[in-house]
């Protein structure tokens, strides 16, 4: 069973493979006509005289310098803003702690079975209070890296750009 093949009607079946199949010979033509013109120097190209190295190693420094400057005067501030949302979640667990115990003294006059039943609540309340605590003080931990981590990466970009107010682009390099 011999079948007629029709280029037109298999190109018309899958238009998009036609058109990726052109694409990529046209641009195969284009870079070896590209490739195969002979203009410019005819001396061996020295690509380590393209672009001044030293200038470059100082650029890095001075960024690194920068960062590095940056970070420890925000890690003083992350520290101090740690040590105070710790104290403030301990004394928000020592407040409902004293109110816990102020609820179970109170409930230890009356008959057993509220007592029971305050006591319990009692116990409910501290147990929700510290948990409260600890979860806020890992959430403001996280965000408070997240925070010094963006202003260390702004004030390297501030201190980069404000000392070579030429370098806004890696094309002049």
């Known amino acids: ?27 195969v ?32 420094d001075d960024i690194a310098r920068g960062v ?13 803003l740690g040590d105070y949302a710790s104290e403030r979640a301990g004394h928000f667990g020592h407040e409902a702690r004293a109110k816990a115990e102020h609820w179970l003294h109170h409930s230890g006059k009356k008959s057993r079975k509220p007592m029971k039943r305050y006591a319990k609540q009692a116990r409910r309340y501290v147990e929700d209070a510290g948990d409260f605590a600890r979860d806020h003080a890992r959430e403001g931990g996280a965000l408070l890296a997240v925070a010094t981590i963006a202003a260390a990466i702004g004030a390297a970009a501030l201190e980069s750009r404000r000392k070579g107010e030429g370098s806004r682009g890696f094309g002049k390099l």
């Open 29 to 60: 033509g284009i870079a070896a006509l590209l490739l195969n013109q002979r203009s410019g120097p005819r001396e061996r190209a020295h690509p380590r005289g393209w672009f001044d190295a030293e200038a470059l190693r100082h650029r890095f």
């Open 1 to 27: 069973m011999v079948r007629q093949f029709n280029a037109l009607g298999e190109v018309r079946k899958h238009p998009s493979l036609a058109a990726g199949v052109v694409a990529v010979l046209a641009g």
């Open 68 to 80: 590095r400057h940056g970070a420890d005067g925000l890690t003083h501030r992350a520290a101090g």
